[in-house]
């Protein structure tokens, strides 16, 4: 997709939006949040606030929703300025959205898809041999939660609906572990850094399950901003973001958030979800099953 | 419980009905804080299921089994976890019987039939109760359910099921926060009742060791004090009172009777000894006069003085017959000394002798002062050869028991009259005309200087006398030694009869 295309539907998409519902008039900054991340510290979200208005000498409003879409439709209706949206949404909606940062974890700007199960199903160390069994996905707009997992059942040729007794959504990776870790699903998949974040701080929870399968590397969920918003803005973010390894108090949050840091990330990491997601819209059936 | 004091039985009683009356009530508390706890979790259950069902037929409807999961789990991630199984236990089941979600996925997995038999019978009544909320209680478990509607068709039920171990561990908390105030209550209560029980009991135990004493202690000098309120123990303490007045009243009668009768004894032995010894004594002096006259005449006084000697002998054996001490020789006795008696009474009444039966014989030499005895053995033989001269038959035994000598005679002849019976062993008192009335006399002081005892029984069957002689303690000769007073010894021995 070359950049003036792009461009002229952004233009397109966004002028009968901005005719409606032209912009509110507010001051400072409103940044979405979605369980990309542990969205549940509101200690920790407190102080990052706090380190974020410091440096945007502006106000900064964390906003949080029950599903990726409610963040992803707020930041196309420019209800937000920024948002921390997973790859998936991103590719879809590139027209719409500029990447500002995306993170580094592990020493990469990259995650995986974790396929885990139940520790008690300890014949079960394959995809295959779920048959029958419950299925938790996170969120349907989730590349670790529900693309990859879809994309890889289709390379195996399992048809999910057929396959599983039942599959469900938890709207939240941190859900997943919780409904595989109890036993409500005998399996799902899960954001590899959410699982590892959540072995951090529960232990006594993700040590019920178990990891069966490992994606290959795709790029972190990114730190996107409406294409509406002033680039001067874009970039006083961009700079905010991927300078947070330089003061004290940034070092500090990220290994809060049990990442390296920041980088300013481009298009072309995103190549693996966003072919994933065109191998599975040529088969529109795959994804209409769920 | 017979055998315990009422000193402790009344108090013991009191401290126990308290005990009783706490355990029971506390019983009767028990049992209504059980059903309170089982009623409140019914209730609780209640509106739990009324306020969760509008989520849950929401997840229902749109297949969020995350949703229902998060509301049946209720909060934290941590409680979640398998292992904490005293917590409610909730399943909702879709309208066909699946399970939907339950609060313990381990237990009651998503996808699975509802397999529990009690369970599926509860939702299948549930399918005739509408929209009301059945309880059922199994033996481990207080279950309610709820159907899920929406616009009136059947979408699935909600269980909620308590374990009844729950209540347990709640019933025994409020038990053991009861425990303490209860001990509170029954340790002065019973306290209470003990000294109280002690209280009233006091004037009875009072009473009953006046009752003890009465047995030891002389009438006239006891000194007791009774309580003589208006109630029944009060009543009982007047009439020991009075008893005891009576009692002494009784007693000082019958030492006044018996000094009088001591008296009246004395004059009548005075009188018996006068009158013996005056019969000689007035023949005599009409012998006298008489042999005055004569002897003026010249006549030989020969006849005279023969006479004169007998009334003089007359009048000393009676008087040594008042003198036993002095006629007991001690030699030991023989059964030869029995046979001799036996002749002797034989000859004097040869008509009765084949009526007298002889029982018993005695070996060898017995320490028992030999003429003591035939004098006793043959006063009561005689007197009961007396007794049967018009019919009837005697019966003497004479035999060694036990370290004693026992003598018994009876005679069927007509018995001692009852008026007659107290004086029969007091001298010149004679059963038989022309008896000397010494027979029975001497045979008691006899006995009696032998530390001997003799009893009497007379019915219309037969009259015994019955006589046990301790062997080898006799020594009568010591015992006048000791008592030279003839005649305070007869007047108390008179008395004594």
Redesign the interface.
């Known amino acids: 997709m070359d950049h003036r295309r792009r461009r002229l539907l952004r233009l397109l998409a966004s002028l009968p939006l901005a005719a409606a519902l032209p912009a509110p008039a507010r001051d400072g900054m409103a940044f979405g949040l979605t369980p990309v991340i542990l969205d549940d510290q509101l200690g920790f979200l407190n102080q990052w606030k706090q380190w974020f208005e410091a440096r945007l000498h502006t106000r900064l409003t964390f906003v949080q929703r029950l599903k990726y879409r409610d963040i992803t439709d707020a930041l196309l209706d420019e209800q937000l300025d920024a948002a921390w949206v997973c790859g998936y949404p991103y590719v879809r909606n590139r027209p719409y959205m500029e990447l500002v940062a995306v993170p580094v974890y592990g020493g990469k700007p990259t995650y995986h898809s974790f396929i885990i199960r139940n520790h008690r199903l300890e014949g079960i160390q394959r995809i295959q041999q779920l048959k029958g069994r419950v299925f938790a996905y996170s969120d349907p707009d989730s590349n670790s939660g529900y693309l990859y997992p879809t994309y890889r059942f289709y390379q195996l040729g399992i048809r999910p609906q057929r396959f599983f007794r039942k599959t469900f959504f938890t709207w939240a990776h941190r859900n997943t572990v919780d409904a595989v870790a109890s036993g409500l699903a005998d399996a799902g998949a899960v954001d590899s850094y959410i699982w590892e974040q959540y072995r951090v701080h529960h232990p006594e929870v993700v040590r019920n399950t178990v990891v069966i399968e490992r994606s290959p590397a795709f790029a972190f969920p990114p730190i996107v901003v409406r294409n509406t918003l002033p680039q001067s803005k874009k970039q006083q973010l961009q700079r905010i973001l991927t300078g947070m390894t330089g003061d004290l108090q940034g070092r500090l949050l990220l290994r809060e958030l049990g990442l390296d840091g920041f980088t300013p990330g481009s298009d072309a990491l995103f190549a693996g979800i966003e072919g994933m997601w065109k191998t599975l819209s040529a088969h529109l059936g795959w994804l209409r099953q769920t | 419980m017979t055998t315990l004091s009422y000193k402790i039985r009344i108090p013991l009683s009191l401290v126990a009905a308290s005990l009783v009356t706490v355990v029971v009530l506390g019983i009767a508390l028990s049992f209504e804080a059980y059903r309170n706890i089982v009623q409140d979790r019914i209730a609780e259950g209640k509106r739990l299921a009324l306020a969760l069902t509008p989520v849950l037929s929401q997840a229902l409807k749109h297949?969020?089994?995350?949703l229902a999961?998060?509301l049946l789990?209720g909060p934290g991630?941590?409680q979640?976890?398998?292992g904490t199984q005293d917590r409610l236990l909730m399943v909702l089941t879709d309208a066909g019987g699946t399970i939907f979600?339950s609060s313990h996925?381990?237990g009651f997995?998503?996808?699975d039939r509802l397999m529990d038999g009690f369970y599926t019978r509860l939702v299948q009544r549930l399918a005739r109760a509408g929209h009301q909320t059945l309880t059922a209680e199994s033996r481990n478990h207080l279950v309610l359910a709820r159907g899920l509607y929406s616009e009136n068709t059947y979408q699935g039920a909600l269980i909620i099921s308590y374990p009844v171990r729950t209540f347990w561990a709640r019933f025994t908390q409020i038990l053991r926060s009861g425990t303490w105030p209860v001990v509170l209550v029954l340790l002065p209560l019973s306290l209470l009742g003990w000294y109280w029980g002690s209280y009233i009991i006091r004037p009875l135990v009072e009473l009953a060791h006046c009752m003890r004493k009465l047995r030891t202690a002389d009438i006239a000098t006891l000194e007791c004090k009774v309580y003589e309120g208006k109630d029944e123990i009060g009543e009982l303490g007047q009439q020991f009172h009075k008893m005891l007045q009576g009692l002494r009243e009784k007693q000082a009668l019958e030492r006044q009777v018996m000094a009088q009768e001591r008296l009246a004894a004395i004059g009548r032995l005075a009188a018996g000894v006068a009158h013996e010894i005056n019969n000689p004594v007035g023949g005599m002096l009409v012998a006298l006069d008489t042999w005055r006259t004569r002897l003026a005449r010249g006549e030989n006084p020969r006849p005279f003085l023969d006479l004169l000697e007998r009334g003089l002998y007359h009048i000393r054996d009676t008087v040594s017959a008042l003198l036993i001490e002095s006629r007991i020789e001690n030699r030991p006795l023989r059964q030869s000394d029995i046979d001799d008696v036996r002749t002797l009474v034989e000859s004097q009444r040869g008509h009765v002798a084949d009526r007298v039966h002889w029982q018993g014989l005695l070996h060898g030499e017995l320490d028992v002062p030999a003429t003591a005895v035939r004098q006793v053995l043959m006063n009561l033989v005689t007197n009961a050869m007396t007794a049967v001269e018009d019919g009837g038959e005697v019966r003497v035994r004479v035999a060694q028991r036990d370290g004693s000598l026992l003598i018994d005679v009876s005679n069927t002849g007509p018995p001692i009259p009852a008026d007659q019976r107290a004086h029969i062993f007091e001298p010149f008192h004679s059963l038989q005309p022309g008896g000397t009335g010494l027979g029975l006399w001497i045979t008691y002081q006899i006995v009696t200087q032998l530390k001997g005892r003799i009893e009497v029984d007379s019915n219309r069957q037969r009259t015994g006398f019955t006589i046990t002689l301790p062997i080898g303690t006799g020594h009568p000769a010591k015992a006048a030694e000791e008592d030279e007073d003839a005649d305070t010894r007869i007047s108390y021995r008179a008395g004594g009869g």
Request: avoid cysteine.
């Open positions: 297949d969020d089994v995350w999961y998060s789990r991630p941590g979640a976890l398998p979600a996925p381990d997995h998503t996808g």
